[in-house]
């Protein structure tokens, strides 16, 4: 069983002269050095797309919140795609491969407390 503790290791490395430290450093960076050289480059660089508008979904909500009161809902522009109380209901009959995937919202009821971002 070997006596020596990460102290003792320290205490030599402390009494090395400045040129065998420096060696050692770059002994020890060796493998920080080719790991870095071995990371790939992101697969694909992607542009940032801006977001839809989606203001007449929005609008179509306030208009049948009373209507839709808890329940998921896709649209697409003004257009209800599907309705149900559950969301995914709702996602199997929805196309979500698409470029321009209906908005999936759910209708808030009058009870609910207010979403703080969780």
């Given at each position: 069983?070997?006596?020596?503790?990460?102290?003792?290791?320290?205490?030599?490395?402390?009494?090395?002269?400045?040129?065998?430290?420096?060696?050692?450093?770059?002994?020890?960076?060796?493998?920080?050095?080719?790991?870095?050289?071995?990371?790939?480059?992101?697969?694909?660089?992607?542009?940032?797309?801006?977001?839809?508008?989606r203001s007449r979904?929005?609008?179509?909500?306030?208009?049948?919140?009373?209507?839709?009161?808890?329940?998921?809902?896709?649209?697409?522009?003004?257009?209800?795609?599907?309705?149900?109380?559950?969301?995914?209901?709702?996602?199997?009959?929805?196309?979500?491969?698409?470029?321009?995937?209906?908005?999936?919202?759910?209708?808030?009821?009058?009870?609910?407390?207010?979403?703080?971002?969780?």
């Amino acid at each position: 069983m070997s006596t020596n503790t990460a102290e003792k290791v320290f205490k030599l490395i402390e009494e090395l002269p400045s040129l065998e430290r420096v060696k050692l450093d770059e002994l020890l960076a060796q493998p920080i050095i080719e790991t870095v050289k071995k990371k790939e480059p992101p697969a694909k660089i992607t542009r940032c797309e801006p977001l839809p508008d989606r203001s007449r979904e929005h609008a179509w909500v306030k208009e049948h919140k009373d209507d839709y009161a808890g329940q998921w809902v896709a649209l697409d522009g003004n257009h209800l795609v599907a309705a149900s109380f559950t969301a995914m209901e709702v996602v199997k009959v929805i196309d979500t491969k698409s470029p321009n995937p209906p908005l999936l919202i759910r209708v808030p009821s009058p009870g609910d407390l207010p979403y703080v971002g969780i």
